[in-house]
């Protein structure tokens, strides 16, 4: 079985611009969460969508969105690009819920 | 907001046991999740623990006591491969909140 698959893997955006990011769960599963890690905060929840509805949201602002489609694929969108978003932001896909979560290998974005 | 605390880093040799500690705020609990992240990889899951108790799952067991805002992770028969660092994150109303880790170095 394919594993939890993000695009792309790397990205360099200039500040002020807007990103999206892809996240392919794992065939079968429903629920997709998205994570942001950097060394100084370490790894902080931003959401998760469960058959196309967001159900569990982190504290981070509005510029950060998401949205899943039919298939459970999700993208996430960062808008208005600042340099603290620099971070590697992962995705993890379960079953039903959050409780067992596998984690995709990430996109690095740096924020120039 | 949930302030979750882990020490920073341990040290323990190979095929000891080593427990790593993790307190977190009672309000709102829903869940406590032990997850393993060697460097430069993503986080595996290791335990979910919802109710008191001990669950073990081979070398890997974690305690979770709900009334003191207290789990632990026991790692039995260390080895090397063990090194990696340690996070638990704590599911309290619709957020999902991660301690800064535990980085364990296991010595031969």
């Known amino acids: 079985k394919a594993g939890v698959t993000q695009t792309p893997r790397y990205l360099i955006k200039t500040r002020g611009q807007q990103v999206t990011l892809s996240c392919s769960p794992i065939s079968g599963h429903r629920s997709v969460s998205w994570y942001q890690q950097t060394p100084g905060q370490g790894l902080q929840f931003l959401f998760e969508y469960f058959s196309e509805t967001q159900r569990n949201k982190g504290n981070f602002p509005g510029r950060f969105s998401g949205r899943q489609f039919s298939n459970s694929r999700s993208e996430m969108n960062v808008s208005t690009l600042e340099l603290g978003d620099s971070a590697l932001y992962l995705c993890?896909?379960?079953?039903?819920?959050?409780?067992?979560?596998?984690f995709g290998p990430g996109t690095r974005l740096t924020v120039t | 907001g949930q302030n979750i605390d882990q020490p920073t880093e341990m040290t323990a040799t190979e095929g000891a046991i080593v427990q790593i500690n993790c307190t977190y705020q009672?309000?709102?609990?829903?869940?406590l999740f032990w997850y393993q992240q060697h460097a430069g990889e993503a986080p595996t899951f290791l335990s979910y623990n919802v109710l008191d108790g001990l669950e073990e799952k081979g070398r890997f067991s974690s305690f979770l006591s709900r009334s003191k805002g207290y789990s632990y992770l026991l790692l039995k028969e260390l080895q090397m491969k063990d090194s990696a660092s340690y996070l638990c994150a704590v599911f309290h109303g619709q957020n999902f909140v991660f301690g800064p880790g535990t980085r364990l170095s296991v010595l031969p």
């Open positions: 993890a896909s379960s079953g039903t819920g959050i409780r067992e979560q596998y």
């Open positions: 009672t309000s709102g609990f829903n869940g």
